[in-house]
């Protein structure tokens, strides 16, 4: 994948493995729904939540962004993430992320609820800024005969 691939396979997905460091114990892995903003990475959690709590003691996290089809093809984002607390924008992103759910937009009347919701659960959202990416390129097995031209190669990181 050529770097404008890359970012229209993000742009064209909506859920991602949330990787980060653990205080103690090996790393951390979640899945979640992200949106965007420019080439950003949105995500709605709890302020409660390890992850909030994982990017206060470390910014640095990686998203392995999913295709949600079979055989599986992904791609691993290395990025800086921050916290941001506005209530509105929590709503918003929040609001964007059950439309992605729904796989349709939400009337208007149910903002009240997605208000409820964000403040009761003190929803905040984790900005993410991809720097580099990690690209395997996918080899799948359709058939038999998909072995006889079979191959793979090591990946290299590359700048987002």
């Known amino acids: 994948m050529d770097s404008s691939e890359r970012r229209e396979f993000v742009r ?15 790393p951390a892995m979640t ?9 950003d990475l949105l995500i709605s959690t709890m302020a409660a939540r390890s992850k909030t709590l994982a990017v206060k003691r470390n910014p640095k996290v990686s998203l392995c962004v999913l295709d949600e089809q079979w055989p599986p093809t992904y791609l691993q984002l290395y990025g ?10 929590a709503v918003d992103v929040m ?8 796989g349709e937009k939400m009337p208007t009347s149910k903002l ?22 990690f690209a395997t390129p996918p080899r799948h097995v359709h058939k038999a005969e998909d072995i006889d031209t079979l191959t793979h190669s090591t990946s290299t990181s590359l700048p987002w």
């Open 95 to 102: 609001r964007r992320v059950i439309d992605l759910m729904a």
């Open 12 to 26: 064209k997905h909506r859920t991602c493995i949330f990787g980060y460091n653990r205080k103690n114990d090996g």
């Open 31 to 39: 899945v979640v729904y992200y949106v965007l903003d420019g080439d």
């Open 112 to 133: 009240p609820e997605i208000q409820r919701m964000c403040r009761e659960e003190n929803r905040v959202v984790i900005r993410f800024k991809p720097y580099a990416t």
């Open 80 to 89: 800086d993430a921050t916290l941001e607390v506005d209530f509105e924008q």
